[in-house]
């Protein structure tokens, strides 16, 4: 399957996000790839103990940062957008749990007007059973909105970007 890696160096600007940033030492640092054929993206991890919440279970926030931060990569490799949550809603089926190896996948529907709706899952890697599901309505950052993000306007940046 052909995988496209995902990474901010391609903005021209710094970024501290905690979820995917590899130069973050106190983040997750999770590697996120576009599968191109399936239209999904895509990362796997194992989180340490540093990311509980129950002794031998992963923080509930974290699992959802996870899923945010996949979602936010699907706006932006499928629809070449910039978008930041709007509003989101998580199942918590299973326990995501420390040590266990976990894939993300996240999707996204049709880019209308201002907003993207996109899913992501949570699922165990060696049983393929799902822990955590989400949804969010995903507002397309504006170029008016950018600069207030620290974000320069630079020609690579403003295709990513909604007119107003």
Not at 18 to 31: H, I, S, Y
Not at 60 to 87: F, Q
Not at 117 to 122: K, R, V
Request: glycine letters at 6%; charged letters at 25%.
């Amino acid at each position: 399957m052909p995988m496209e890696a995902l990474d901010n160096d391609r903005w021209g600007f710094t970024t501290n996000c905690f979820v995917c940033e590899r130069r973050n030492d106190a983040g997750l640092r999770l590697p996120f790839f576009h599968d191109t054929e399936r239209g999904v993206v895509v990362a796997e991890f194992e989180l340490d103990d540093r990311f509980s919440g129950a002794p031998t279970w992963a923080h509930g926030g974290v699992s959802l940062a996870i899923c945010d931060e996949a979602m936010a990569w699907a706006a932006i490799a499928i629809h070449h957008k910039w978008a930041v949550t709007k509003t989101c809603a998580a199942a918590f089926d299973r326990p995501v749990l420390i040590g266990k190896r976990y894939r993300v996948e996240a999707r996204v529907g049709a880019a209308i007007d201002e907003s993207i709706e996109a899913s992501a899952e949570i699922a165990s890697v060696s049983s393929g059973r799902a822990c955590v599901r989400s949804t969010a309505t995903m507002a397309i950052v504006s170029a008016v909105q950018a600069p207030a993000m620290g974000i320069a306007l630079t020609d690579d940046v403003a295709g990513y970007l909604r007119d107003s």
